[in-house]
């Protein structure tokens, strides 16, 4: 087959370890330009009871910040089952361009997003320049990083809290597991979280370990490739949520160059 005719993935193997239900678009993205999608998903994501009567009057919430589109979807999801109302003075900051994306699907204007998908980033934002004093409310899955609410206690904001989900590690057969590095069944590794790399290394175990770090490892921030690097990982390339596709494409291209 001529090089001209390839698709730019043709025969690219890529473990995508996103949670069940994230990873459709992609798949098929992947798919349509001749990959193959591994769908291994690493985190299992788990809905929280509970949470609903803890929220406040909605109308004195200046701003609202989305950690993942786990927490948009779980939230609105909720507040529309309760037939409550979002008011559309409250300002909103997503984490990341999935978490964004998520919110306007729900029909919710977001008013930020930073460039990096992290907490960091995010903090930096000028419209979290101004939160003492402010009414502000955490939309998150339980347990995470403290950074966002550490740093907002810190400034004086008046903090709210929701955790709603919870993230677990899903079981898969061992011998499934086995199967995919005795037979070297993928070529790249898409990691888009910390927990998700570390239950990764978890569920393939320690004989597994070398194997697994000699692939290439797919990561959306500088944080979470230094992470990457603590468990072995040679090759770690960095990406951003709407740039996956693109560098899995240039990934593919150095591969049959090479």
Not at 16 to 41: E, K, M
Not at 55 to 61: H, M, Q, R, V
Not at 150 to 157: A, E, F, K, W, Y
Not at 202 to 226: D, H, M, N, Q
């Amino acid at each position: 087959m001529k090089t001209c005719n390839l698709k730019p993935l043709q025969d690219l193997r890529i473990l995508n370890t996103r949670p069940a239900g994230q990873n459709r678009s992609l798949q098929d993205a992947i798919v349509a330009a001749g990959g193959q999608s591994i769908a291994l998903p690493t985190i299992s994501i788990e809905p929280l009871a509970g949470w609903a009567v803890q929220l406040p009057d909605l109308s004195l919430i200046d701003k609202a910040i989305f950690t993942s589109s786990n927490a948009v979807n779980i939230f609105f999801s909720t507040l529309s089952r309760m037939r409550m109302h979002w008011p559309e003075t409250i300002s909103v900051i997503a984490i990341g361009q999935s978490s964004a994306a998520s919110l306007r699907k729900m029909g919710i204007h977001v008013d930020a997003v930073p460039a990096v998908s992290d907490s960091e980033h995010l903090l930096q934002l000028p419209i979290m320049r101004e939160t003492n004093q402010k009414s502000v409310l955490l939309v998150k899955g339980e347990n995470g990083r403290t950074l966002i609410a550490d740093s907002l206690n810190q400034r004086g904001t008046h903090l709210i809290v929701l955790d709603v989900y919870r993230r677990s590690m899903p079981s898969f057969p061992q011998s499934y597991l086995n199967s995919l590095w005795n037979e070297d069944r993928f070529d790249i590794i898409l990691v888009l979280s910390e927990q998700s790399l570390r239950n990764l290394f978890s569920l393939f175990g320690l004989e597994a370990r070398a194997w697994l770090c000699t692939k290439p490892c797919l990561v959306i921030s500088e944080r979470l490739a230094k992470i990457a690097q603590t468990f072995g990982m040679g090759k770690i390339i960095m990406s951003r949520h709407d740039r996956i596709l693109n560098d899995l494409i240039a990934f593919a291209t150095s591969v049959r160059s090479d």
